[in-house]
């Protein structure tokens, strides 16, 4: 069995790749011009996505020990994770004022999977157990609720004409931005049943990894990544339906106009 500090020893060799990585996903996306639909470049974004995940993880890194032991400490970091992704997931759908409904996508399949787990004693009341499970549905949901969001109001400014078309046509406001959003929003969870889909064959998630390492055998490393994975599709499709629903009902959207306008507005 591999120890992880034999796999990746954290000394001067490992902080060099670090930095050649680094350096070189920031170059080529300066150099490809990558950048989203608003002309923002991905370089910079790149650049500071490195540098504040060095600082937090070294942060919690130095909390962890302090967290783990107690009750209150615990469900205030979990509090913070999860206002953390609200806010990275609502300003990555909308920049106005309706980003915070995103905390509802998020919440409503985590949630309930954490109270089940710590209802049926699968996952106990402590930070070394309860932190890396969160963390990782938060983060499933995060990614889904972006994803989900951002691709429906994308569809319903392309397509602002087909939403009014079936306003005309007599659909309820909702029901037409149903029609238009709910194809593209769907795709949210592609990546989540890719990886499910591929597991063991291409890749080996770092839950079934970091099992192995940690001195569980191989058919406990595969329970544990199978539950995960499991997890994460229900997770992350209560997240793309919640937030399908929130802009179909124009709770999330990015200008406040009329609807059909070229920002998928709402009715007001």
């Known amino acids: 069995m591999l120890a ?24 080529v996306a300066a150099v490809a011009r990558l950048a989203d639909g608003r002309e923002r470049g991905y370089a910079r974004q790149i650049a500071l996505a490195g540098l504040r995940a060095a600082v937090q993880l070294a942060a919690v890194s130095a909390l962890i020990g302090w967290v783990v032991g107690s009750v209150p400490a615990l469900l205030g970091f979990l509090l913070l994770m999860y206002a953390v ?60 609720t972006v994803l989900g969001g ?14 009014e ?7 309820l406001p909702r029901d ?20 499910t889909r591929t597991v063991g064959l291409v890749t080996l998630p770092g839950a079934f990894v970091g099992m192995l390492l940690g001195g569980a055998t191989p058919v406990q490393a595969g329970v544990v990544q199978l ?30 106009r009329q609807e059909g306008g070229p920002a998928g507005g709402h009715v007001s």
């Open 150 to 163: 951002r691709r429906a109001l994308d569809e319903l400014s392309t397509r602002h004409g087909e939403v």
């Open 227 to 256: 539950f995960v994975l499991v997890a994460l599709m229900m997770v992350q499709a209560v997240a793309v339906a919640v937030v399908l629903e929130l802009v179909a009902r124009g709770r999330l959207h990015r200008e406040d």
């Open 176 to 195: 037409a931005r149903l029609e238009i959003a709910r194809p593209a929003a769907s795709d949210a969870l592609l990546p989540g049943l890719d990886q």
């Open 85 to 144: 992704a609200v806010r990275t997931a609502g300003r990555r759908v909308t920049p106005n004022g309706t980003w915070w409904w995103v905390a509802a996508p998020i919440a409503a399949g985590v949630l309930p999977t954490v109270l089940a787990l710590l209802l049926t004693g699968l996952v106990p009341l402590k930070g070394v157990a309860l932190i890396p499970v969160t963390g990782i549905l938060i983060g499933g949901a995060l990614t889904a």
């Open 165 to 171: 078309a079936g306003l005309a046509l007599g659909l």
């Open 4 to 27: 992880a500090d034999v796999l990746l020893p954290a000394d001067a060799t490992l902080g060099a790749v670090l930095a050649v990585l680094f350096a070189v996903a920031v170059a």
